[in-house]
């Protein structure tokens, strides 16, 4: 979809350009490939594509090292030369920034709303206001899971999120105020506001009496689970609306959009999954010339409208978020103006960082997930304070292997003994 956005853009630059040195071609590669590709060239110094969209794991791979080994341009003096920190959301900024040094242009904010079965809730009468907390979220959607007869339905669950699913995981971590990279890049797993989470997790799918179950949400048997209705709600970002919208058209018309619930009253609305960048190689010939043609395709309003209508993503240059096509009624949800519930949540969206080793933090933490959601089927679990303790051991544990790998790379083990003795 990225492409075929740039394309009519890239082609009318082009047709404005006196100087051949100043047109642009577009390519489109793998994620694999083009990852492989791009630190090849940034490991061994050679020039590779003057401009390159980087998904956020794969832009994580440049960040290793200290800042003059990033592979990327230092952008920071762009930025704060043109004002663009005072019009783009600052979170946005953060998974592309190393050392306090930005080397991405954002390319979305992509927060995350709760798309609940409405056609089924109201059906039974059920009122989604009277939610604020996960906790509410239970007890107030808890009665779709009995039959008529009180029987528990073997059909239905309330929410889609299981133990293998690391993005949705991650994602419930940076709303409960954890996550497993700190902003030095370094994995920070071991932390209360984690354990919390996958405890409260672990007794949703595998505690005593389960509310959450699996129901992909790339393949047709999950397709067929959702109209089915085998779970109530699931997690949307911003862009897994136009997935939806194009996979599971029989989806339209029987589902809402409403903000996360909170862990705590008075607490964030919202979560992120996903993000893209743009950034300009280090070996770049003419990093000018490179950085107005991102900012023209990352920062014009015409290209923002057309992101949403097409892709249902909304910018994150703040000074469109006013725009008019953000409150248009969307019929696939009811006639909801998705678009402004998305943008009043922008604000919210928490922090990320990128590290090299974000994957190994992810891989452990998930590692820990598992073994405290088999402590929850063995031991029958009925509330989280039962399963805290654990939660506490396998956090520690997977901090202590995720560290056994940063202290193996030569440049972050000297900057953290550097910080050790910093007075």
């Not at 990033?70 to 959301?89: A, K």
């Not at 009995?146 to 239905?156: A, H, L, S, V, Y």
């Not at 031991?379 to 997977?398: S, V």
Request: proline share 6%; with cysteine.
């Amino acid at each position: 979809m990225h492409a075929d956005l740039y394309r009519p853009e890239i082609e009318a630059w082009n047709d404005e350009q006196t100087d051949s040195s100043r047109r642009v071609e577009l390519s489109l590669i793998g994620v694999q490939a083009m990852e492989q590709r791009m630190m090849s060239a940034f490991l061994a110094g050679l020039p590779s594509a003057d401009l390159i969209e980087a998904e956020r794991r794969n832009a994580a791979r440049a960040f290793a090292g200290p800042l003059e080994s990033v592979g990327f341009l230092d952008l920071t003096p762009y930025v704060e030369r043109d004002g663009i920190m005072n019009r783009v959301n600052a979170a946005s900024f953060k998974p592309w920034t190393k050392d306090g040094r930005i080397f991405g242009l954002p390319h979305d904010v992509h927060p995350m709303m709760l798309a609940y079965r409405a056609d089924i809730v109201e059906a039974a009468g059920i009122d989604v206001s009277k939610i604020e907390t996960w906790d509410d979220f239970v007890r107030v959607m808890r009665p779709l899971l009995f039959k008529e007869n009180g029987e528990r339905r073997t059909d239905r669950y309330l929410l889609n999120i299981w133990e293998t699913q690391i993005d949705l995981i991650e994602a419930m971590l940076l709303q409960g105020g954890g996550g497993v990279i700190d902003a030095s890049g370094v994995p920070v797993i071991d932390n209360e506001a984690n354990a919390r989470v996958i405890s409260q997790i672990a007794l949703w799918t595998s505690g005593a009496e389960p509310i959450a179950a699996e129901v992909s949400f790339w393949d047709a048997t999950g397709h067929q689970l959702m109209r089915d209705g085998f779970v109530i709600a699931t997690f949307a970002p911003d862009w897994m609306c136009n997935y939806w919208r194009k996979e599971v058209p029989q989806l339209s018309g029987t589902m809402k959009l409403m903000p996360l619930p909170a862990w705590d009253k008075g607490g964030r609305r919202t979560s992120v999954w996903g993000g893209t960048m743009l950034g300009i190689p280090r070996t770049a010939k003419d990093p000018e010339k490179l950085w107005q043609i991102a900012k023209h395709l990352y920062l014009s309003r015409d290209l923002a409208h057309k992101l949403y209508e097409r892709g249902d993503i909304v910018t994150p240059v703040s000074e469109f978020w006013q725009d008019d096509i953000y409150d248009k009624p969307d019929p696939f949800f009811m006639g909801q103006p998705k678009g402004r519930m998305y943008i009043n949540l922008a604000p919210q969206v928490p922090d990320r960082f990128s590290s090299p080793f974000g994957a190994i933090a992810l891989a452990r933490t998930q590692s820990a997930v598992s073994q405290l959601c088999k402590v929850a089927r063995d031991t029958k679990a009925t509330n989280i304070d039962q399963l805290m303790p654990k939660a506490r051991e396998f956090l520690a544990a997977a901090q202590e292997d995720a560290m056994r790998h940063v202290n193996r790379n030569v440049f972050f083990a000297d900057s953290q003994k550097a910080a050790e003795v910093t007075p």
